[in-house]
């Protein structure tokens, strides 16, 4: 195969594998994201079939298109030091408790 792939008797990878992205079967495609290894499209194989040209690839919904745009801004864009100063903020802090932020 040119791709990356577990040896057949390789079970335990296998199976954390398959429990992390929630496999049933196969053949199975999953899309994750490079960087962050979060899943952008669970079912692969039914948006290939759909889309035969790869003219709606990425694959990712609009949410995760805005998100990384907006950490791609606030990282290239936001000095360190204020970044460190507005994330140990109180309300940020709170806000963080509240609402779990995906990394």
Same mark, same amino acid.
Not at 30 to 50: E, H, M, P, S
Not at 63 to 91: D, E
């Given at each position: 195969? $040119?791709? +990356?792939?577990? $040896?057949?008797? !390789?079970?335990? %990878?296998?199976?954390? #594998? &398959?429990?992390?992205?929630?496999?049933?079967?196969? +053949?199975?495609?999953?899309?994750?994201?490079? @960087?962050? =290894?979060?899943? #952008?499209? /669970?079912? =692969? &194989?039914? %948006?290939?079939?759909?889309?035969?040209?790869?003219?709606?690839?990425?694959? *990712?919904? $609009?949410?995760?298109?805005? =998100?990384?745009?907006?950490? *791609? #801004?606030?990282?290239?864009?936001?000095? +360190?030091?204020?970044? #460190?100063? @507005?994330?140990?903020?109180?309300?940020?802090?709170? !806000?963080? /408790?509240?609402? +779990?932020?995906? &990394?």
């Amino acid at each position: 195969m $040119p791709w +990356p792939a577990l $040896p057949f008797n !390789a079970q335990e %990878q296998n199976n954390a #594998l &398959r429990a992390k992205y929630r496999v049933q079967g196969f +053949p199975s495609l999953v899309f994750v994201d490079a @960087i962050t =290894g979060n899943v #952008l499209v /669970q079912d =692969g &194989r039914q %948006q290939v079939a759909k889309d035969p040209k790869g003219d709606g690839f990425p694959y *990712a919904t $609009p949410i995760q298109i805005a =998100g990384k745009f907006a950490k *791609a #801004l606030w990282t290239k864009l936001v000095p +360190p030091s204020v970044r #460190l100063a @507005i994330s140990n903020h109180p309300f940020v802090t709170k !806000a963080k /408790q509240l609402v +779990p932020v995906a &990394r």
